[in-house]
């Protein structure tokens, strides 16, 4: 019997196992894979402790990430310009805007680690370690698609598309996904509407000099 941040290790360490066959690699508790689309990635979340009747409580689940090679060439221009080095594509991240929350609530409910009170030095209850083991292979299965599918072409884009109520951040990345569409209407529209909501902040200039490399990158498809 070992105690809950010792058997946390060891479920960790199977997730990087389970995910291999999917092309993920990492250490720690964070996995990557470089893939034709960009960078998707699996991580273990933040752990939650918690006492109940002065026993530990341990709470995580996983997260998922997925940064379009497009985005990420964004995002190097944009550090460029601020004088900041590149990123190299296996360390990128963001826009941030699509992870794991489409998911089911039986894929993203944490799992719960309780020690168990009945035995001395207050070891990792065993059914709470079976339980987390035995759902892995499945919840890892279905973040690591999940977020493979994010860099299929246009699997980003088409959610963020599909969204009724885009945040500056969503109007931001439509334009940049769009521009490997080339000059569009479909790209005008979204220029005009990332415009106007940077306008609406007083961000004219920053907005200018976004709209002008989604226009240079669009002009050369």
């Known amino acids: 019997m070992v105690g809950p941040d010792s058997a946390l290790r060891r479920l960790t360490r199977d997730v990087g196992k389970l995910l291999q066959p999917y092309g993920f690699d990492g250490s720690e508790a964070?996995?990557?894979?470089?893939?034709?689309?960009?960078?998707?990635?699996?991580?273990?979340?933040?752990i939650v402790r918690t006492w109940t009747d002065g026993h530990q409580i341990l709470r995580f689940g996983l997260g998922l990430a997925a940064t379009p090679t497009?985005?990420?060439?964004?995002?190097?221009?944009?550090?460029?310009?601020?004088?900041?080095?590149?990123?190299?594509?296996?360390?990128?991240?963001?826009?941030?805007?699509?992870?794991?929350?489409?998911?089911?609530?039986?894929l993203t409910d944490p799992w719960s680690l309780r020690v168990d009170p009945t035995r001395a030095g207050n070891p990792a209850l065993q059914a709470d370690v079976d339980t987390i083991r035995a759902d892995l292979p499945r919840r890892v299965h279905a973040y690591a698609?999940?977020?493979?599918?994010?860099?299929?072409?246009?699997g980003y884009l088409h959610e963020l598309l599909a969204d009724s109520n885009p945040t500056l951040g969503t109007r931001e990345a439509?334009?940049?996904?769009?521009?490997?569409?080339?000059?569009?209407?479909q790209l005008d529209e979204a220029i005009a509407a990332l415009h106007t909501a940077l306008a609406e902040l007083d961000e004219s200039t920053y907005a200018e000099e976004v709209i002008d490399y989604v226009r240079r990158r669009a002009a050369l498809v």
């Open 70 to 106: 497009a985005w990420w060439e964004f995002a190097t221009w944009r550090n460029t310009t601020l004088g900041l080095p590149p990123t190299p594509l296996e360390q990128a991240i963001g826009p941030g805007l699509i992870d794991e929350r489409a998911l089911p609530a039986d």
């Open 145 to 154: 698609r999940r977020a493979l599918r994010l860099l299929e072409p246009d």
């Open 30 to 46: 964070t996995w990557v894979r470089v893939a034709p689309g960009g960078v998707a990635s699996v991580r273990r979340t933040r």
């Open 174 to 185: 439509i334009v940049v996904l769009l521009a490997d569409h080339g000059p569009t209407a």
